[in-house]
């Protein structure tokens, strides 16, 4: 207590406002730098959220389209030709999706770790297609259910990782 009064006693009025100002100020610096970290770091996870509902809102067309090309292609092993046309209309727009999936895996695919399980769907969707009027009808229905439930599996993993 005497160190201070002593030192406010040696100094002139203009040195003691800013020595008190300097006593004020530390605190709300230090409360103002924490606060903005805190809100940089909010921001980040945003952005992330952000990216992950991108790269889901894209794969959830694939996995729609799988599993209409799934019933369509089951409907026409089990004698109904009809649907042939609409399988190869279908069969455009999963490649459409792939294409699309594949431009944000490379944006994305090393901050959600997504690539490697990205490309196993894509080696199983041309194994699918390759095999879909060759092989038995529940063969195929099973194949495409696999495949079906590797884009469900990177649905999660966006999900996980995307927070």
Excluded: C
Aim: no cysteine; aromatic share 10%; proline share 2%.
């Amino acid at each position: 207590m005497f160190f201070a009064e002593s030192l406010m006693n040696k100094l002139t009025f203009p040195k003691k406002m800013a020595l008190i100002a300097a006593v004020f100020l530390i605190p709300i610096i230090i409360a103002s730098s924490l606060l903005l970290s805190e809100l940089s770091s909010g921001i980040s996870e945003t952005e992330r959220e952000q990216q992950g509902l991108l790269y889901i809102s894209t794969v959830r067309q694939l996995y729609q389209n799988l599993a209409q090309h799934r019933g369509m292609t089951n409907a026409y092993l089990n004698g109904n030709i009809s649907f042939k046309a609409k399988i190869m209309a279908k069969r455009k727009e999963i490649i459409a999706d792939v294409a699309a999936i594949d431009t944000i895996d490379q944006q994305l695919g090393s901050t959600f770790n997504t690539s490697l399980l990205w490309n196993e769907i894509k080696q199983d969707w041309k194994t699918v297609e390759n095999n879909a009027f060759r092989d038995p009808a529940k063969q195929v229905f099973e194949a495409h259910t696999q495949l079906i439930a590797k884009v469900y599996s990177l649905f999660e993993q966006i999900s996980i990782q995307s927070g």
